[in-house]
T-cell receptor, first 110, second 110 residues
Framework: KNEVEQSPQNLTAQEGEFITINCSYS?????LHWLQQHPGGGIVSLFM???GKKKHGRLIATINIQEKHSSLHITASHPRDSAVYIC????????????FGTGTRLTIIP | SQTIHQWPATLVQPVGSPLSLECTVE??????LYWYRQAAGRGLQLLFY??????ISSEVPQNLSASRPQDRQFILSSKKLLLSDSGFYLC?????????FGPGTRLTVL
């Protein structure tokens, strides 16, 4: 079973700062997901990636398959980015089941 | 476009009562469907997944069961709720490039 670890668990930053959240996993995967969960509980998928790098607006996700590590970056952070960011992986067995990290609670102070 | 519905949004039930949570998906056919739970202060955990009608796989031993009576319908049930069943329940389906999550049901067992 894959073990997914995220760091930091909590992160508080000033508006405008560059944010990095890290994720590592223990076993080979078919894909890694970055999810965003807002206080109401709803979850939105930000990225799914299996190699390289993806960018969407101020968000950038990278993955290093050899090192089993991914990072989520937020540039020019804003209070509306405050949320829990969750890393999740799907294994290589084709059933698309997700194994989740425990999440990183991000708070951006104006 | 793809849409995923869950109901009810919130539910308060006494210990020992039955449970039925429903999830329906629109805009796709033969999706892989998933039930996840997020207990208070904990990460997301996969409970059940289904790759087709009548096909259910359970990930953890528990007080819950799942059924898939139709292609785009996924139901989570319990005959007798326990206090430990409290949590936030999310239904999801696997698209080609991401997983789509429903709005969730917040269940409180008293």
């Amino acid at each position: 079973k894959n073990e997914v670890e995220q760091s930091p668990q909590n992160l508080t930053a000033q508006e405008g700062e560059f944010i990095t959240i890290n994720c590592s996993y223990s076993v080979g995967i078919s894909a890694l997901h970055w999810l965003q969960q807002h206080p109401g509980g709803g979850i939105v998928s930000l990225f799914m990636l299996s190699s390289g790098k993806k960018k969407h607006g101020r968000l950038i996700a990278t993955i290093n398959i050899q090192e089993k590590h991914s990072s989520l970056h937020i540039t020019a952070s804003h209070p509306r980015d405050s949320a829990v960011y969750i890393c999740a992986v799907t294994d290589n067995f084709g059933n698309e089941k997700l194994t989740f990290g425990t999440g990183t609670r991000l708070t951006i102070i104006p | 476009s793809q849409t995923i519905h869950q109901w009810p949004a919130t539910l308060v039930q006494p210990v020992g009562s039955p449970l039925s949570l429903e999830c329906t998906v629109e805009g796709t056919s033969n999706p892989n469907l998933y039930w996840y739970r997020q207990a208070a202060g904990r990460g997301l955990q996969l409970l059940f997944y289904s790759v087709g009608i009548g096909q259910i796989s359970s990930e953890v031993p528990q007080n819950l069961s799942a059924s898939r009576p139709q292609d785009r319908q996924f139901i989570l049930s319990s005959k007798k709720l326990l206090l430990s069943d409290s949590g936030f329940y999310l239904c999801a389906w696997a698209g080609t490039d991401t997983q789509y999550f429903g709005p969730g049901t917040r269940l409180t067992v008293l």
